[in-house]
C-alpha cells in the first residue's frame, strides 16, 4: 500500500524527529521524574505528606480522578457519534480524540491509585469485592471504557500501521505484528469496517456509565451538596464538555507543530467550537438547576456548604469556574468572528481549568463542611500533591507525543477513503433526502 | 439474637474524658502530640464533641462522648470496595484492618465523622511500648480505624463463658470505655432483651439519637439532660 504524495505529510512526525521534540520530551521528563520522586516520598512515609486531614478525606487526587475520567469521553463521544452520524468533516480529528481516551483514562485510574493509603492492597478489590460499593462499580465501567476504548482505538489503526510496514520504516518487526497481515482486501476492509461501527455503538453506552458512575460515587453518600439526582447526567455533560476542550487544544497543537494546517483546517474549530458552546450552555443549565434547587429549599446544612462556594472560603474558585466554564467561552464562541482557531483554544483551555475547578469545588466543600459541628479544616494541597498532579499531566502529553512519533495522527486511510468514495457517496445520500431529485431511497 | 448496644446518660457525664484515655490505652491507639493534633490528624476512637445552641446570653453548650454510633443502618459499610467494613450478626461494626486499601470512601460516607484514618505510621514512646494490648492489632499507616465495642473482649468474654461451661452474662463483655466511667454515664448491654438495662433505658422518655432523621439508626443512645433521677 502505497501513500499518495500529498498525504506523505502525515507520515512525517512518524519518520523524522526533530531537536525541538527531543527538548520538550526532555522537560516533560522531568516533571514527570519530579512527580515520580513526590509520589516516592508519598509511598514512603503515607498520606501525611498530603494536606488532607479530618474531615477532609479526599483532595486534588480525587479532583484529578473525575476530571481524567471526563477528559477521555473526548474520544468516544466526538469520534464514536461522528463516525456513526456519519459527519465527513471527522475524518482528520478522530484518531487525535482516541488516543486522548485511551491514555488519560490510564492516569485517571492512576490518581485513585495515588489516593490510596494502601496501594500495595489494591488488589483486594478483586480478591474481596463488595458489590454493593460505587468504587467497585467505578472499577468495573472504567475496566471496560479502557477496553473497548482500546480496541476502538486499535481497529482504525490497523490499515496505517500496514502503510507503515510497507514503507520499511524502523521497527518492521513491531509493524508487522501490528499489522495482523492487513493487505487491504475488499473482505478485510468490510470486516473492519463492520468491526468499526460496532465498537462505536458499544462505547457510547460505556462512556455514559463511566461518568454516571464515576458520580455516583459522590452521590450514593448522603453527604449535604453531594446527595443529588442531578449528578450523573451533570457529570456526563461536564465530561463531554472537556473532552471537547482537550481535543481542541490538542488539535491546535498537532496542526501548528506538525504543520498540518491542510488537515485540521479552520472549518473543524468552527464546528467543534459550535459544539462546545452547546455544551457551555447545558453545562450552565446544570449548574444553575444543582445550586438554585439547594439555594431555594434552603436547608441549613446544605446552605453553609452553598454559602462556602458563594462568597466562602471557595467563592474564589467558584466564580473563576463560572467565568472559565460559561463567561469566557460564550463570549468568544457565540461571535463568529471570533471562533476562529485562536479564538476556540483560548476558549478551551479556559473550559479545562473550569472544569478542574468544578470537580474541586464538588469534592472539597462538601467534606470541609461535615453534618457535625465539631470538626472543620480548609484544605490546603501540599507541594507533594502539586507535584504528583504536575507529573501526571507532563506524563499523560509525554505519552501523547509519543504515539504521534510511532503511529500517524491522522488517520490515512480514512482521508483516502474520503477522497475517494464519500464525495460521491454524500451526494447520493443528501439527493436521497430531498423529494423529486430521484436519489436513492431507503 | 443479641444486638450489641449502649446508652450515654448525659445528666450523669461529667466530660472528664476517661472513657478518652481507657479507649486510648484498650485499643493501642497511638498516643497523640502536638502536631498531629493541629494538623487535624491525631486519632481518637471516641472524643467528647461540644455544641453549640443559641448565642449569648441565651446560650447552652452541651458535650456528648462520641464513639462510632454503631449504625443499623450504616453508610460507612455499603460503600466499601473490599467488604473492610461490615456489619456483624450482633450489630457491631467491624474493621478489617489487613484488608482496608485506604480509599477512605467510609470516611467519607460516615455523617458522623467518627472514622480515622492512619496518615502516617503510628509512634509510641519507648516506654509506653510494652504495656501495649496485645489483644488488639496495631494499625499500619493507611488504613482507616474505628471504634470496634471492644470487639475483642466480646471474645474474650465468650470464651471464659464457654470454658466455665455457663452462658454469657452481663459482666463478661464490657468495653473499655464504660468499664471506667466514674459517674457511670455509660451503659452497654443486648438491646433485644428487654429486661437488659439499655433496653429499659431506650424505652425511657429521654431517649435520642445523634441525628436520627438520617435514618442510620445508631446503636449509641443518649439520654438527654434534665432527667434528674
Redesign the interface.
Known amino acids: 500500500m502505497k501513500v499518495s504524495e500529498q498525504d506523505q505529510i502525515l507520515l512525517k512526525p512518524v519518520e523524522q524527529t526533530t531537536k525541538r521534540f527531543w527538548i520538550t520530551a526532555a522537560i516533560l521528563f522531568s516533571i514527570w521524574f519530579i512527580g515520580f520522586l513526590a509520589y516516592l516520598r508519598q509511598f514512603h512515609?503515607?498520606?501525611?505528606v498530603t494536606g488532607?486531614?479530618?474531615?477532609t478525606?479526599?483532595g486534588i487526587y480525587i479532583t484529578n480522578f473525575v476530571f481524567f475520567i471526563g477528559i477521555s469521553h473526548a474520544g468516544t463521544l466526538i469520534s464514536a457519534i461522528l463516525r456513526i452520524s456519519q459527519a465527513e468533516w471527522r475524518r482528520a480529528i478522530t484518531r487525535s480524540a482516541e488516543v486522548i481516551t485511551v491514555m488519560v483514562l490510564l492516569f485517571g485510574v492512576g490518581n485513585?491509585l495515588i489516593?490510596?493509603?494502601?496501594?500495595d492492597?489494591?488488589l483486594?478489590?478483586i480478591?474481596?469485592?463488595?458489590f454493593?460499593?460505587?468504587?467497585?462499580w467505578d472499577?468495573t465501567s472504567i475496566t471496560c471504557y479502557l477496553t473497548a476504548s482500546s480496541i476502538y482505538l486499535y481497529l482504525p489503526l490497523i490499515p496505517d500501521i500496514a502503510r507503515l510496514r510497507d514503507r520499511g520504516v524502523k521497527w518492521q518487526r513491531f509493524y508487522r505484528i501490528l499489522a495482523l497481515g492487513w493487505q487491504e482486501t475488499p473482505k478485510q476492509k468490510r470486516i473492519l469496517e463492520r468491526l468499526i461501527s460496532i465498537m462505536a455503538v458499544v462505547v457510547i453506552p460505556i462512556a455514559v456509565s463511566v461518568h454516571t458512575v464515576v458520580s455516583y460515587?459522590f452521590s450514593?453518600?448522603?453527604?449535604p451538596m453531594w446527595h443529588s439526582a442531578i449528578f450523573g447526567p451533570y457529570f456526563v455533560v461536564g465530561a463531554i464538555f472537556s473532552g471537547i476542550a482537550a481535543l481542541m487544544i490538542a488539535m491546535a497543537i498537532i496542526r501548528k507543530v506538525y504543520r498540518l494546517e491542510e488537515y485540521l483546517k479552520e472549518i473543524h474549530f468552527n464546528y467543534l467550537g459550535i459544539l462546545l458552546l452547546v455544551m457551555s450552555l447545558l453545562w450552565f443549565y446544570f449548574t444553575f438547576s444543582e445550586y438554585l434547587t439547594v439555594f431555594y429549599g434552603n436547608e441549613p446544612l446544605e446552605m453553609e456548604i452553598f454559602r462556602s462556594k458563594m462568597s466562602g472560603p471557595y467563592a474564589f474558585y467558584f466564580w473563576m469556574m463560572v467565568g472559565c466554564c460559561f463567561v469566557i467561552p460564550f463570549v468568544i464562541l457565540a461571535n463568529r468572528k471570533t471562533r476562529t482557531v485562536r479564538g476556540t483554544v483560548i476558549a478551551s483551555i479556559a473550559v479545562t481549568i473550569g472544569m478542574w475547578l468544578e470537580r474541586f469545588t464538588i469534592v472539597v466543600p462538601s467534606?470541609v463542611n461535615?453534618?457535625?459541628?465539631?470538626?472543620r479544616?480548609i484544605y490546603h494541597p501540599t507541594l507533594v500533591e502539586f507535584a504528583i498532579t504536575a507529573g501526571c499531566f507532563a506524563a499523560f502529553i509525554l505519552l501523547y507525543m509519543i504515539f504521534t512519533k510511532i503511529f500517524p495522527i491522522v488517520s490515512i486511510w480514512e482521508i483516502e477513503e474520503g477522497r475517494e468514495s464519500s464525495l460521491q457517496e454524500v451526494h447520493e445520500r443528501v439527493k436521497g433526502y430531498l423529494p423529486g431529485m430521484g436519489g436513492k431511497s431507503e | 439474637m443479641t444486638r450489641w448496644g449502649m446508652v450515654i446518660d448525659l445528666d450523669k457525664c461529667s466530660a472528664c474524658q476517661a472513657c478518652v484515655v481507657a479507649c486510648q490505652s484498650e485499643n493501642n491507639v497511638a498516643p497523640p502530640n502536638q502536631e498531629l493534633h493541629e494538623?487535624?490528624?491525631s486519632i481518637h476512637w471516641i472524643r467528647v464533641?461540644?455544641?453549640?445552641e443559641g448565642t449569648f446570653p441565651h446560650f447552652r453548650m452541651r458535650l456528648f462522648p462520641l464513639p462510632c454510633l454503631h449504625c443499623d443502618n450504616p453508610?460507612c459499610t455499603?460503600?466499601?470496595?473490599?467488604?473492610?467494613t461490615y456489619k456483624s450478626e450482633e450489630g457491631i461494626i467491624g474493621q478489617i484492618f489487613s484488608?482496608?486499601?485506604?480509599?477512605?470512601?467510609c470516611?467519607?460516607?460516615c455523617?458522623?465523622?467518627v472514622r480515622?484514618?492512619?496518615?502516617?505510621?503510628p509512634v509510641w514512646p519507648e516506654e509506653m511500648k510494652p504495656i501495649r494490648n496485645r489483644d488488639v492489632s496495631i494499625r499500619?499507616?493507611?488504613?482507616?480505624e474505628k471504634c470496634t465495642l471492644c470487639t475483642h473482649r466480646l471474645q474474650k468474654g465468650r470464651e471464659k463463658a464457654r470454658v466455665e461451661g455457663r452462658e454469657m452474662i452481663p459482666e463478661d463483655y464490657i468495653p473499655a470505655c464504660v468499664e471506667v466511667c466514674p459517674s457511670q454515664a455509660m451503659i452497654f448491654g443486648d438491646l433485644d432483651d428487654p429486661e437488659s438495662e439499655v433496653s429499659k433505658l431506650v424505652r425511657s422518655r429521654r431517649a435520642f439519637r445523634l441525628?436520627e432523621d438520617?435514618g442510620t439508626e445508631p446503636k449509641v443512645i443518649y439520654l438527654s439532660e434534665g432527667g434528674g433521677d
Not at chain 1, 127 to 130: A, L
Not at chain 1, 370 to 375: G, I, S
Not at chain 2, 49 to 52: A, E, G, I, K, S
Not at chain 2, 99 to 105: A, L
Request: overall charge positive; charged content about 15%.
Open positions: 512515609s503515607g498520606l501525611g488532607l486531614s479530618r474531615p478525606y479526599w485513585i489516593d490510596l493509603g494502601r496501594p492492597r489494591m483486594n478489590v480478591k474481596h469485592p463488595h454493593t460499593s460505587p468504587l467497585l472499577v460515587v450514593m453518600t448522603i453527604q467534606l461535615p453534618r457535625l459541628p465539631y470538626v479544616g | 494538623q487535624g490528624r464533641l461540644p455544641t453549640f453508610p455499603k460503600v466499601c470496595p473490599v467488604s473492610a484488608r482496608c486499601i485506604g480509599c477512605r470512601y470516611t467519607t460516607a455523617p458522623y465523622t480515622e484514618f492512619n496518615w502516617k505510621k499500619p499507616k493507611g488504613v482507616v441525628m438520617l
